[in-house]
């Protein structure tokens, strides 16, 4: 089907080179944006081609894995064009994925300009996420779930809530200063777990390892996770093995964190 709509394109369009050069820019806008936002790399490989394929552009390989995305557009002449991007840091962020995903299709169907393209894709970046003042509630109501799913009583789950609550706008700081997922990993545990033994010690909850339990449950990476295991199966194997190892290795600083906490406070009392 793509290669039927590649061809259809490009009858008695013969694209410049300069063209070519901003509709693969603009495809890579897309493709980066999506890869950061948390699509698997098999829809950021699709969509970069089919962008292209709707540009005009007879022949494109696309190349991506959670950190990089490379793309050669091949021309009429023999001309080739390579561009790449780097990807430093993945946030899920589905809504925007979702506007990206109705972008591609528009540009498919209304064979959209650049300018246009671009327009677009700097309104999705701009727009703020329409929740973000619910999230907060959104992670103390998951952290005392989580708690009393685990067997905490009522004491633990108030203070999964308020640790919830807390660690949301913690996130936040840390996210001011560092795009680092491992150390924001690292330091929020830390936190969670001295909030947790902290409650604990005030006498608000009673068992620090079942609210921590809650607080944990905010950070593990099950959607990073089970997309390295769809990237093994559709062939992806390099990523999903990149997407598996940091999963794991995600959760080991996660763990470290919090048991780092319990550490220091059962030294220092």
């Known amino acids: 089907m793509l290669e039927a709509m590649m061809a259809e394109n490009t009858k008695g369009w013969k694209m410049n080179r300069d063209e070519a050069e901003e509709y693969l820019y603009c495809a890579l806008d897309i493709g980066q944006l999506l890869l950061a936002s948390g699509a698997e790399v098999n829809r950021v490989e699709d969509t970069i081609s089919r962008v292209m394929a709707a ?17 050669t557009a091949h021309l009429d002449g023999f001309q080739t064009l390579t561009q790449m991007r780097r990807v430093y840091a993945i946030h899920t ?32 970046q701009e727009e703020k996420p329409a929740n973000s003042r619910l999230l907060p509630v959104g992670y103390a109501i998951v952290s005392g779930a989580f708690a009393l ?66 607080n944990i449950m905010l950070f593990i990476p099950g959607i990073a996770f089970t997309n390295s295991i769809r990237d093994m199966f559709v062939g992806d194997t390099i990523t999903g093995l990149i997407r598996f190892m940091e999963s794991i290795l995600l959760a080991g600083i996660i763990a470290v964190g919090f048991t780092l906490a319990g550490r220091i406070l059962t030294g220092l009392l």
């Open 55 to 71: 540009a005009g552009v007879p022949k494109v390989e696309v190349f991506s894995i959670t950190s990089n995305i490379t793309v």
């Open 93 to 124: 962020n589905m809504r925007r994925i979702e506007e990206l995903n109705q972008l591609s299709r528009d540009i498919c169907a209304k064979k959209l300009k650049p300018e246009e393209i671009r327009d677009r894709i700097e309104h999705i």
């Open 149 to 214: 799913f685990f067997g905490g009583d009522l004491n633990d789950f108030a203070a999964s809530v308020l640790i919830g609550f807390l660690l949301c706008y913690i996130e936040r700081l840390i996210s001011r200063f560092t795009d680092n997922v491992l150390m924001t990993a690292l330091i929020w545990s830390t936190a969670g777990g001295f909030l947790a033994q902290l409650t604990v010690l005030s006498g608000l909850g009673h068992h620090a390892d079942l609210i921590s339990i809650g």
